[in-house]
T-cell receptor, first 113, second 111 residues
Framework: ETGVTQSPTHLIKTRGQQVTLRCSSQ?????VSWYQQALGQGPQFIFQ???????GRGNFPPRFSGLQFPNYSSELNVNALELDDSALYLC????????????FGSGTRLTVV | DAKTTQPPSMDCAEGRAANLPCNHS???????VYWYRQIHSQGPQYIIH???NNETNEMASLIITEDRKSSTLILPHATLRDTAVYYC????????????FGTGTRLTVIP
């Protein structure tokens, strides 16, 4: 059973640029969630995808968008990067139904300069 | 969504039990209590969850009070590898079932 894998592990971008982060969900999991974790803070929910549709969204602007593919992998896209977007971006997969736990990846560390 | 309150930090001697408290006084009747931990530079790791009854697995025990307004995560024999930030989370009631993390408790296991 493979866990959640994210790529790249580290990334440096310039303010105003666009970035795409990728996530492969754990085998058997059909739901993917994305979280942003600023330094010294707990993770904050960005959005969740189930069956290739957005299934809930946190308090993030539209320049944060995502995709889920038929194999349940997912992408997080951020347009017009701002300095405050510098954070650890975490992907978590789960089963849609029931009270199962989430499996998190190790994250992508994004630095915006 | 119900909020949780945890102490910012705790220390525990290696080999002793670590008892991490969490208050969730506004929890709704059908909300679960989840515990995750995050070791430095890694993603959060699921530990345990429960609704009403106490729960135990290979990692920890979860004790939920009868009124469900608080809970305690117990690591029975803490090791140095248990040093991490521990998050107590009440699962959100939106359709996405997302997790609302607070700032957690930083547990330091001391040799």
């Amino acid at each position: 059973e493979t866990g959640v894998t994210q790529s790249p592990t580290h990334l440096i971008k310039t303010r105003g640029q666009q970035v795409t982060l990728r996530c492969s969900s754990q085998s058997g999991h059909n739901t993917v969630s994305w979280y942003q974790q600023a330094l010294g803070q707990g993770p904050q929910f960005i959005f969740q995808y189930y069956r290739e549709e957005e299934n809930g969204r946190g308090n993030f602007p539209p320049r944060f968008s995502g995709l889920q593919f038929p194999n349940y992998s997912s992408e997080l896209n951020v347009n017009a990067l701002e300095l405050d977007d510098s954070a650890l971006y975490l992907c978590a997969s789960s089963l849609a139904a029931g009270d199962y736990g989430y499996t998190f990846g190790s994250g992508t560390r994004l630095t915006v300069v | 969504d119900a909020k949780t309150t945890q102490p910012p930090s705790m220390d525990c001697a290696e080999g002793r039990a670590a008892n991490l408290p969490c208050n969730h006084s506004t929890i709704s009747g059908n909300e679960y209590v989840y515990w995750y931990r995050q070791i430095h530079s890694q993603g959060p790791q699921y530990i345990i969850h429960g609704l009403k009854n106490n729960e135990t697995n290979e990692m920890a025990s979860l004790i939920i009070t009868e009124d469900r307004k608080s809970s305690t995560l117990i690591l029975p024999h803490a090791t140095l590898r248990d040093t991490a930030v521990y998050y107590c989370i009440v699962r959100g009631q939106t359709g996405a079932n997302n997790l609302f993390f607070g700032t957690g408790t930083r547990l330091t296991v001391i040799p």
